[in-house]
C-alpha cells in the first residue's frame, strides 16, 4: 500500500476518531511528510511493503546529523511510533519496525516561569491602557495567570461558560475533556468591566475581533509576548510561559499536587511532577544564599 495513502487515513483517524486539535493534526502530519521526503529522495520508496528497522534507524541517524535536537528527535519518533500502532490495527503491515527503534537522551529541561514579584509588576504597574484593546489584552494577562488554562483553552472560552455568581468557568481541554476551573472576585471583576465594553455585541466568545470571530493564536501570543517583554529577560514569553507561572506559583505557595493537575486538566500526575522541580530549585538556592556552610 502506499505510504502516502497511509498517511492520509491517519491523519483522517487523528482528526475525527482521536478528536486530536488541528495543531497536533499538522505536527503529526509535518513529521510523517519528512520520514516519507526523506525515504522517496534517499531510497526510492513509496509502499509500505519497504519499510523496515533499518531504514527508520538510518533517518532517526539523519537527523541526528542534522543537529537537531533529541527533544524534536523523540517528537518525531513517538509520531512513527503512533503511524505504525495504526496502520498494524488496521491490518496494513505486519510487523513494526518501530520496536527496536531507541529514542536519544534528552537533558531534563525545568519549565520556564515568571517570577512573582515580575508578575506582581506586570499587573500593578504597567499600563494597559483604558480603552477596549487595553481592558482586553490584561484580561488575557490575568486569565491565563489566574487559571493556568491553555491558548487553545483561553481562545475557545465562550461567554456562556462564565459563570460570574459561583465564581467558575468551563473550559474545553484536550481531546475535548471539559473541566471547571474557579476563578477569584478581582478576576470577576476584570471580566465584569471587560464585558461592559462589549455589552451592545452579540459576545459568544470572551475574546472576538471587531468582525465578531475569536481571536487567532497569533494575536494572544504577540500580546503576551508584548508585556511579557516589559517586565521580563527570559528567552520564552509564550502563553504557555503563564500555564507555567501559574502552576509553579501555586506549588510554591503551598498547593495539593494533585490540585494543581486538576486545575491544569493534566492526564497524569506525572505531567504535573515536573513542577516539583522548580521548588527544589527555589529551595537549593535559599539554601545557597542563606547556610554559612554552603
Known amino acids: 500500500m502506499l505510504l502516502t495513502e497511509c498517511k492520509i487515513s491517519?491523519?483522517?483517524y487523528l482528526q475525527f476518531e482521536k478528536r486530536?486539535?488541528?495543531?497536533?493534526v499538522m505536527a503529526y502530519e509535518n513529521d510523517l511528510e519528512q520520514f516519507l521526503t526523506y525515504l522517496d529522495k534517499t531510497y526510492e520508496l513509496?509502499?509500505?511493503e519497504e519499510i523496515n528497522y533499518t531504514l527508520v534507524r538510518s533517518w532517526v541517524v539523519s537527523l541526528m546529523e542534522q543537529k537537531i535536537t533529541p527533544r524534536s528527535v523523540n517528537r518525531k519518533i513517538t509520531t512513527l511510533k503512533t503511524f505504525y500502532?495504526?496502520?498494524?490495527?488496521?491490518g496494513i503491515v505486519t510487523e513494526n519496525p518501530m520496536l527496536k527503534i531507541q529514542s536519544p537522551k534528552t537533558s531534563k529541561r525545568l519549565p520556564v516561569f515568571v517570577e512573582k514579584e515580575k508578575m506582581d509588576l506586570l499587573l500593578d504597574v504597567v499600563d494597559f491602557g483604558k480603552?477596549?484593546?487595553?481592558q482586553r489584552n490584561k484580561l488575557i494577562i490575568e486569565l491565563f495567570y489566574a487559571t493556568g488554562m491553555r491558548l487553545s483553552e483561553l481562545i475557545n472560552l465562550k461567554t456562556a461558560n462564565i459563570d460570574l455568581y459561583?465564581?467558575?468557568?468551563?473550559?474545553?481541554?484536550?481531546?475535548?475533556?471539559?473541566?471547571i476551573i474557579p476563578f477569584n472576585r478581582e478576576l470577576k471583576n476584570e471580566i465584569q468591566n471587560y464585558l461592559k465594553t462589549k455589552k451592545d455585541l452579540p459576545n459568544e466568545f470572551l475574546f472576538e475581533t471587531p468582525k465578531g470571530k475569536k481571536l487567532t493564536p497569533?494575536?494572544?501570543y504577540k500580546v503576551v509576548h508584548n508585556y511579557l517583554s516589559q517586565v521580563t529577560t527570559i528567552d520564552k514569553k509564550s502563553p504557555h510561559v503563564l500555564r507555567h507561572t501559574f502552576a509553579t506559583h501555586m506549588l510554591n505557595n503551598?498547593?495539593?499536587l494533585n490540585a494543581i493537575k486538576e486545575l491544569l486538566g493534566h492526564a497524569n500526575l506525572s505531567a504535573t511532577q515536573v513542577y516539583t522541580h522548580n521548588t527544589v530549585e527555589k529551595l537549593k538556592n535559599i539554601h545557597k544564599q542563606a547556610h554559612p556552610k554552603a
Do not use: C, P, Y
Not at 500502532?85 to 488496521?90: A, C, D, E, I, V
Not at 480603552?131 to 487595553?134: K, T, V
Open 218 to 220: 497569533g494575536i494572544v
Open 20 to 24: 486530536f486539535s488541528n495543531h497536533t
Open 254 to 256: 503551598g498547593a495539593d
Open 46 to 48: 513509496r509502499t509500505t
Open 85 to 90: 500502532k495504526f496502520m498494524l490495527r488496521q
Open 10 to 12: 491517519f491523519l483522517q
Open 166 to 179: 459561583s465564581f467558575q468557568m468551563k473550559v474545553l481541554g484536550k481531546r475535548n475533556k471539559e473541566r
Open 131 to 134: 480603552d477596549e484593546e487595553g
